[in-house]
Structure formats: structure tokens, C-alpha cells
């Protein structure tokens, strides 16, 4: 028997006794008819822990780096801030570890002779992949996914842990998560073959591992003129991993200015020049000028929104070292240029 300390019992399916469950066994053994069970659910979990390696100096000094490293922020905010209180925590995450292969078969733009063709291909992509995501309400912190690859990993010690800073416990489904991993996984795959249009996708996985990780994180709250902000430091490695800022208003300003400025004048002189060639060309590379007159417009037109997001979003900057997910409504810019490819292929008929 495994000497770990039961966690809970249950009854054997043969001989009605009571079957002990360590901490983290996935196979259990009845002590009275020797059947073995398979356990499945939240016990049945293999649970790590990453090791806390930055101590609270050392937090600070990434909150300070991380005020003076970007020039959307206020520039005195890193003199002008007084740090307001400072913790540990320790959340989980789901986590997920696997050798995925895959076949992908799809088809391949390629710009022939002033045409666009499809070209059927066949890719086959092995490799190591790693998921994780929040195992509990992370609102307050902002840390959706963890880093997975250099991370040492220590068996579970929930003692230790609540010795050191506030633990989290976690909620949601198990199966939930492995399906979110899943279906980062195809994504990841459908990006990495870098194929315009994929028709199907056949995937396996091998040495797939699924857990929960406990992770350290430094929350650091600092003021600056009144106003309460906050920062989140990797408690192994000392990166900020979250953290939001006064914006500085000379940089708002300067990106409005810049960008509707550029942005007008590709979308208005570029374009207008683009169309005119054509209009002039007598059919000679006419649908490719019109082509390059839409991809200056719409260019230039997200370069405007963006200089308007800046400025009009920017009296607080956020930073996220691991972005969340873009919104659905988004273009995704691969599908925007295959979409391009056959506008051109069409005008040049």
C-alpha cells in the first residue's frame, strides 16, 4: 500500500469494504479482496506545486522596472508611486502536457502569373505542447495561463504552501479543461501549418499528462496621486505578469496625432494614387493596382482606429504578458489576405 495518508474512502464494488485514497493515486487497491479501481474526479488528480524563487524585495524591484519600461506610462510614476500593501498567493491551474501529432491536409495559396491558385497539401507536425488555464476566479489578478516549460514542478504540500502565502482552492470541471486544452491544441496545430484554407485535421496525442498546478504569484498594490493600481510578479522567475499603470498623456496625444495623420494619408493620397494607375493602365496590371488601392484603405484605416483606441483607452495602461485571446469579432489576418487573394484573382479576370 502507498503510506501517503488517505484522503477519503470508498466503498469496494465486490465486497462492499471501505477502499482508502491517497492523495493523488490514480489506481487503488481494495485491502480486503484485492480488486483494483480505477479513480476518477478531482483525487484522481496529479497536483504540483512551482517553487517560490523571488522574495519580496525582489517583487518590488520588478514592480519598478516595470513602471519605468514602457512609455505609456506617466513618467513619474515610478518616483511618484508608494507601494500600499504586498502578498503571496498561490493559485491553481489546470495543466495539460502532451506529444501531439497531427496530419493536416488543406490547400496552399500561390500567386501565379498575376493569378491566385489553391494547391492541395498534405502536413504532418509532431510536437510538444503544454496548456494551462485558471482553476479559479482570477478576475482580481488578471493571470489567465502560466508558463509550463522551465518551471520546476514539486509535489504538492498544501502545509507549506499556506505557511507561505493565501493558497486558492480550485473550482470548475476537470473535463471542462481538458476540452479547452484540446481545442487550444487543434488551433495551435491549424496555425503551425500555415496553410490558407484546411479541409481536415487528424490528431493524436502521446505521453499526455493532465494536472494541477499551484502557482506563486506576488500581488503588489501601489498608489500614485490618489489613484489605486496594482502589478502581479511570477513568484519563480520575477517577471510582471499582469500589471496596470497611469498612462502618460504626452504619448496619448502623440499616437492620436501620428497615427490619424499616417492613417489618413495612406487611406485618402496612397489609395487615390493606386486607383488613378489603374483607371490609367488599359487593362495592363489594372486588377492588381486595384488590389494594392483596398490593402492601403484598409491599412490605413486600422491604423486610425488604433491611434483612436490608444488615445481614448490610454489614461490607464495595461499590460498582460500572456495577451487573452482575441475576440471573435477580430479579422484574423491570414483569413483577410486569403479573402484579398480572391477579390485579386477575380478583378484580374
Not at 504578458?321 to 491570414?334: C, H, I, K, T, V
Request: aromatic residues 10%; glycine residues 10%; hydrophobic residues 40%.
Amino acid at each position: 500500500m502507498n503510506e501517503k495518508e488517505p484522503v477519503h474512502g470508498l466503498t469496494c464494488p465486490r465486497c462492499g469494504g471501505m477502499v482508502p485514497i491517497p492523495e493523488g493515486e490514480l489506481i487503488v487497491r481494495c485491502p480486503f479482496c484485492d480488486l483494483r479501481s480505477m479513480v476518477r474526479g478531482e483525487r484522481g488528480l496529479q497536483r504540483y506545486q512551482v517553487p517560490q524563487r523571488i522574495d519580496r524585495q525582489r517583487a518590488v524591484q520588478a514592480l519598478q522596472g516595470f513602471l519605468k519600461g514602457h512609455r505609456a506610462i506617466a513618467g513619474d510614476a515610478a518616483k511618484t508611486a508608494t507601494l500600499n500593501e504586498s502578498f503571496l498567493v498561490y493559485l491553481p491551474f489546470w495543466a495539460s502536457w502532451a506529444r501531439v501529432l497531427a496530419w493536416i491536409f488543406g490547400q496552399e495559396r500561390v500567386q501565379h502569373d498575376n493569378r491566385t491558385e489553391y494547391r492541395p497539401k498534405e502536413i504532418k507536425i509532431a510536437q510538444d505542447m503544454t496548456w494551462s488555464g485558471a482553476a479559479c476566479d482570477v478576475g482580481e489578478f488578471g493571470v489567465t495561463t502560466i508558463p509550463l516549460i522551465d518551471q520546476a514542478l514539486e509535489a504538492f504540500n498544501a502545509d507549506a504552501l499556506h505557511a507561505k502565502g493565501m493558497v486558492f482552492e480550485p473550482v470548475g470541471s476537470v473535463s471542462d479543461a481538458q476540452t479547452a486544452a484540446e481545442q487550444e491544441f487543434n488551433e495551435r496545430l491549424s496555425g503551425a501549418s500555415h496553410l490558407d484554407r484546411v479541409s481536415q485535421t487528424f490528431v493524436r496525442s502521446v505521453r499526455r499528462r493532465f494536472g494541477l498546478v499551484y502557482y506563486p504569484l506576488w500581488v503588489l498594490r501601489y498608489l500614485y496621486r490618489g489613484r489605486a493600481f496594482q502589478v502581479v510578479v511570477d513568484g519563480f522567475s520575477g517577471q510582471v505578469l499582469y500589471g496596470k499603470a497611469p498612462g502618460s498623456t504626452l504619448y496619448r496625444a502623440a499616437m492620436l496625432v501620428g497615427g490619424m495623420a499616417l492613417g489618413a494619408f495612406l487611406t485618402v493620397d496612397i489609395s487615390a494614387g493606386a486607383f488613378a494607375l489603374a483607371a490609367n493602365s488599359n487593362g495592363r496590371g489594372g486588377g492588381f493596382l486595384v488590389f494594392v488601392g483596398i490593402v492601403v484603405i484598409v491599412t490605413g484605416a486600422g491604423m486610425m482606429l488604433s491611434a483612436y483606441r490608444r488615445f481614448r483607452y490610454g489614461e490607464h495602461y495595461e499590460f498582460r504578458r500572456y495577451g487573452a485571446r482575441a475576440s471573435q469579432g477580430m479579422l484574423d489576418p491570414r483569413k483577410l489576405l486569403s479573402q484579398m487573394g480572391d477579390m485579386q484573382s477575380w478583378l484580374n479576370r
